[in-house]
């Protein structure tokens, strides 16, 4: 560098992310690399320091120091030009507080100037629950997680389902924040474990690419030319796309699965029945005087209001609960 160089003695810390590919730098960045004299990192492993020093930019890893030491080597270094210090994954805790006391006492303190070299798109933190799921599959991972299987899961994942439920109808925004990730989790143990099967093996990332496909499909009026002025076209045209898709199903019962609590599974029915123009199956159904015929009599009704049986049995449960 040349000594009438505004741009010398500066320190710049260049801040990346570990979720994107290694070296997927702004120009900004790289054109920091280029001008420095000396480039710092941690570890040795650093996917950013490999990718730097591949492109021919020499590039050193400093190992475990205090952030006391580590800011005062920073600095002395700043004497013969500029310096490149390349964040760590964590962040440097402490690094930014020794400095602002470092530079705030010496007199002759180089410029400090920092770059954002990489930002966090949306669902970045997704890649950190891939990686924390392939450790804990690991051989020198969790045994509980290598054991588990798709069918041990399956209690939590219905457990898990119900607690995030109860959250919702809570209005606990931090309860359902945390029982939202609970369920991610399932989605991504399950998916790690199916990335297993000797064959016909999947991971997540053709799970959110077959429903990334499907939402496409489904959606025409927003991906294609397609048209749905209302709510009640969309539903009408995902029927009938789901039906092009779905020719194997003969019967309007056909993929409700048996599984459901028993008022879901009425409502589910009745919803199908109706959409196919039999409604009065369901009707004859609920014309009993037995209990049975009676419950789906009800289910009838809370559909003509545009209520959720489930969901106001629930409240009605609760209610009478906390009055204990």
């Given at each position: 560098?040349?000594?009438?160089?505004?741009?010398?003695?500066?320190?710049?810390?260049?801040?990346?992310t570990?979720?994107?590919?290694?070296?997927l730098?702004?120009?900004?960045?790289?054109?920091?690399?280029?001008?420095a004299?000396?480039?710092?990192?941690?570890?040795?492993?650093?996917?950013?320091?490999?990718?730097?020093?591949?492109?021919?930019?020499?590039?050193?890893?400093?190992?475990?120091?205090?952030?006391?030491?580590?800011t005062?080597?920073?600095?002395?270094?700043?004497?013969?030009?500029?310096?490149?210090?390349v964040?760590?994954?964590?962040?440097?805790?402490?690094?930014?507080?020794?400095?602002a006391?470092?530079?705030?006492?010496?007199?002759?303190?180089?410029?400090?100037?920092?770059?954002v070299?990489?930002?966090?798109?949306?669902?970045?933190?997704?890649?950190?629950?891939?990686?924390?799921?392939?450790?804990?599959?690991?051989?020198?991972?969790?045994?509980?997680?290598?054991?588990?299987?798709?069918?041990?899961?399956?209690?939590?994942?219905?457990?898990?389902?119900?607690?995030l439920?109860?959250?919702?109808?809570?209005?606990?925004?931090?309860?359902?924040?945390?029982?939202?990730?609970?369920?991610?989790?399932?989605?991504?143990?399950?998916?790690?474990?199916?990335?297993?099967?000797?064959?016909?093996?999947?991971?997540?990332?053709?799970?959110?690419?077959?429903?990334?496909?499907?939402?496409?499909r489904?959606?025409?009026?927003?991906?294609a030319?397609?048209?749905?002025?209302?709510?009640?076209?969309v539903?009408?045209?995902?029927?009938?796309?789901?039906?092009?898709?779905?020719?194997?199903?003969?019967s309007?019962?056909?993929?409700?699965?048996?599984?459901?609590?028993?008022?879901?599974?009425?409502?589910?029915?009745?919803?199908?029945?109706?959409?196919?123009?039999?409604?009065?199956?369901?009707?004859?159904?609920?014309?009993?005087?037995?209990?049975?015929?009676?419950?789906?009599?009800?289910?009838?009704?809370?559909?003509?209001?545009g209520?959720?049986?489930?969901?106001?049995?629930?409240a009605?449960?609760?209610?009478?609960?906390?009055?204990?």
């Open positions: 560098m040349n000594d009438g160089d505004v741009t010398a003695h500066r320190l710049t810390l260049l801040l990346s570990p979720r994107i590919a290694p070296g730098f702004t120009r900004d960045a790289w054109t920091a690399l280029a001008n004299v000396h480039v710092f990192t941690r570890d040795e492993d650093e996917t950013q320091l490999i990718a730097i020093q591949e492109s021919g930019i020499p590039a050193v890893h400093l190992g475990e120091m205090s952030p006391v030491a580590l005062k080597l920073l600095l002395d270094r700043t004497i013969d030009g500029e310096v490149v210090w964040g760590s994954a964590d962040g440097d805790p402490g690094l930014t507080d020794a400095l006391a470092a530079v705030t006492a010496r007199a002759d303190a180089p410029e400090v100037e920092v770059v070299g990489s930002y966090d798109v949306p669902g970045a933190r997704l890649l950190d629950l891939v990686a924390v799921m392939d450790r804990l599959r690991s051989a020198d991972g969790c045994p509980w997680d290598a054991e588990q299987t798709h069918e041990s899961l399956v209690p939590y994942l219905i457990e898990e389902t119900h607690e439920v109860e959250a919702i109808e809570s209005g606990d925004r931090m309860h359902m924040a945390e029982e939202l990730g609970d369920v991610l989790l399932q989605v991504f143990f399950h998916a790690r474990i199916a990335q297993e099967h000797p064959d016909v093996p999947f991971g997540i990332d053709d799970v959110a690419g077959g429903i990334v496909d499907k939402l496409v489904r959606h025409p009026h927003v991906f030319d397609g048209d749905a002025e209302t709510s009640e076209d539903a009408a045209n995902w029927e009938l796309i789901k039906a092009d898709e779905k020719p194997h199903r003969s309007p019962m056909d993929g409700i699965p048996d599984g459901l609590p028993a008022l879901a599974r009425a409502d589910k029915v009745a919803s199908r029945l109706a959409a196919a123009g039999r409604l009065d199956l369901a009707q004859g159904a609920a014309a009993g005087d037995d209990l049975g015929s009676r419950l789906f009599a009800l289910v009838l009704e809370a559909r003509e209001h209520q959720d049986p489930e969901s106001a049995l629930r009605a449960v609760r209610a009478v609960a906390g009055q204990l």
